[in-house]
């Protein structure tokens, strides 16, 4: 008897132990609360002049023997910023200028050879046509006549020649001023000027060390207004818009630095940049670029400042 009670009391127990169970399960079945929706955006980037950061490349090879201009300092276009030794280049144009002087000479003779060709022959001409005209009278004789045509054909022959030499001292003279073109053009290009003017942000040469062609030698900012450039996540890239308002902050700053508007967007998906300071980034990650033109150009931002750029999403 008691084990049937005891029994019918674990059935009990059982049975409230499911009904309890079966109570947290319907709770579990709630639906979740819905996501809140995203109404700013972040971005990583920085303050650049419009049109970008120029990098100066050397247009040639050589030790540097002046420079005029150290970094943080302003120019205009034209300024001369470095010169290269130029001695051989120097020499060379000299060099040309001087056979070009020695072929202006040899052409003033072939031209001087040419008219006198030219009087000759056109005496010859004269010549022969009186000596017809006094065969006909028979003041002179056929001989005669036949000598002089004779002699106008040589003369004719002879201007063909001399033609063709004052031609060839010509194009001689003219090849010897390309050359010199060349010469003059490989001594400019000693000199190093500003493309643009702005302000110089570094300028790595120094006098007496070398530099190589085509390779950087210092970096200029135009001088024109301020903008930023930010890479926004692909997850929002079809949410931006040009003219959507932005705030721009100093990292880790929740002031407000400075105000703008999106200006530009990027056409396609590009790999983040070196806006990225981590090296854990996944690089399959693409961004989406965006120009902002600030309203104004607050002192806290500098040329190539990292800052927040905090979109405003429509």
Known sequence: MIRIQMKQQIGWLS??????????????TAPAAEPLAVTQVVGIGKVIPQGG??????????????????????VAAGDLILVLEKNEETLSLQESEAGIATQQLQV???????????IALDDLRRRHGDARELLTVGAVTGEEVRRLQNDLDQGAEQL???ENDYRLQQSRLREMQTARAARENDLSQ???????????????????????????????????????TAEIDELFADRLEVGQRCTIHLPGDSNVAATG????????????????DSGSDLEDRRIREIEVSLDEVPRTLFIESKVECRVDLN
């Open 261 to 276: 508007r999106i200006t530009h967007l990027s056409p396609d998906l590009k790999r983040k940049s070196l806006f990225s």
């Open 15 to 28: 049975a409230i132990l499911l009904l309890t169970a079966c109570g947290n399960g319907k709770e579990s």
């Open 160 to 162: 063909k020649k001399v």
């Open 53 to 74: 950061v120029v990098e100066l490349a050397a247009p040639a090879s050589g030790i540097v023997e002046e420079r005029f201009f150290n970094a943080g300092d302003k």
């Open 190 to 228: 000693r000199s190093f000027r500003a493309p643009s003017g702005g302000t110089l942000l570094t300028l790595t040469s120094r006098v007496g060390e070398a530099v190589t062609m085509h390779q950087p030698y210092g970096r200029i900012a135009p001088g024109r207004p301020l903008m930023v």
């Open 108 to 118: 003033e003779s072939a031209r001087l050879a040419l008219e006198q060709e030219r």
